[in-house]
């Protein structure tokens, strides 16, 4: 894959972080894009800014204003707790934006397209799965084969941490030599720099350190 | 049908218009959307809103700015001869939007899920087929699929139009008794209220009223 080019949809996390440096060691030539759509804390946005820097990556952060207009999840409505369960589906974590990564790669899509790239990497995992059924590899299949339709254009969405436990994914990025810029990813879904610790974004990243017995740079 | 609540994607032109009243038809309870994503022409908005309102259907604008952002067509950059070849792939017309239905339905999904919606409406033909892969059936039950897996949802997605000629599109809309309404709906690449009668749009417009032997009510 080392001659071609890809986008990598990149949220300032510790999974985005980690497919970034795997799409660097795969890929020749790529970009980085972030969604600014409204979500309760803008620093993961300076997260994703910061480690495309470091990683010397062109990044462009796309604004959509859909998901304020819809107005539909928790973590778009700052007068919402997040620890309540979602009123309209129990299955679901409150947490759920519907069709967040729907609409992430339907963008990235349109913008591959434009750019003629044929690869987007997202770092979605269906292991230590959180309830969000757009991060499940049936999904991402069926969203890849509409794409190719949609833009009549080949198109390959990869998804490096698909099967990858929190634990795998942390001993991913110490084999890429990565781990130290943990630091500067963004994790808690009640906005703070250092894990809360009660969140279940927090709660999940704890473990993954924990069970990989290294210690989670950002605290 | 007739029990179920649907979503109509009402752009205001002619498929749209005839297939908002399909869907009133065969549903108890309809509402129309419209994206303004920033089109060249803001006068098809117009006409949506005047049609819904006809209509007497809720009717929602939702803003977009990803294309903008994006700068892919001819579309969205007033300053661009809507006539001339598109630059990226010959093999498509210089209007095409990439990915403007997949965008579309993706926020369309997430609306449906978020009002405990089952069922959208688009007005797609791939007869007359003006090189839009997003308007092919094969790319609508793709993303119906997506949508379906990526929302855990069931939706369907209805194309009343697809294997509908422009001519037999005239007809259904006759057959319908709104046929006079399509003096509302606009057409036009250029952005003429009556038909330019010169880009591709009022070319199968005209094509589709003369075939069925009846006179354009807007001209």
Same mark, same amino acid.
């Given at each position: 894959? !080392? ?36 979500? @309760? ?21 796309? @604004? ?13 409505? !700052? ?36 750019? @003629? ?18 991060? @499940? ?36 990025? !110490? ?45």
């Amino acid at each position: 894959m !080392k001659n071609k080019s890809a986008i990598v949809l990149l949220s300032g996390g510790q999974d985005s972080t980690t497919a970034l440096f795997w799409a660097k060691k795969n890929f020749q030539k790529i970009e980085a894009i972030s969604f600014d759509y409204g979500q @309760r804390h803008k620093i993961e946005l300076k997260a994703a800014k910061k480690i495309a820097k470091i990683a010397k990556v062109k990044h462009k952060i796309i @604004r959509i204003k859909e998901f304020e207009q819809i107005k539909n999840s928790a973590l778009l409505d !700052k007068k919402l707790d997040i620890k309540k369960k979602h009123k309209l589906d129990r299955k679901l974590p409150f947490t759920f934006v519907p069709g967040r990564n729907i609409l992430f790669l339907a963008i990235a899509g349109s913008y591959a397209w434009t750019k @003629r790239i044929k690869n987007i990497i997202i770092g979605v995992s269906e292991v230590d799965y959180s309830g969000y059924p757009d991060c @499940r590899k049936n999904f991402i299949n069926a969203f890849e084969k509409s794409l190719c339709l949609g833009l009549d254009y080949k198109i390959k969405i990869h998804t490096p941490l698909i099967n990858k436990t929190k634990k795998q994914i942390v001993l991913l990025a !110490k084999k890429m030599g990565v781990l130290n810029l943990m630091k500067y990813t963004h994790t808690c879904y009640n906005g703070n720099k250092i894990p809360c610790g009660v969140c279940q974004a927090c709660k999940l990243r704890a473990k993954g350190f924990k069970n990989a017995g290294i210690a989670d740079p950002l605290k």
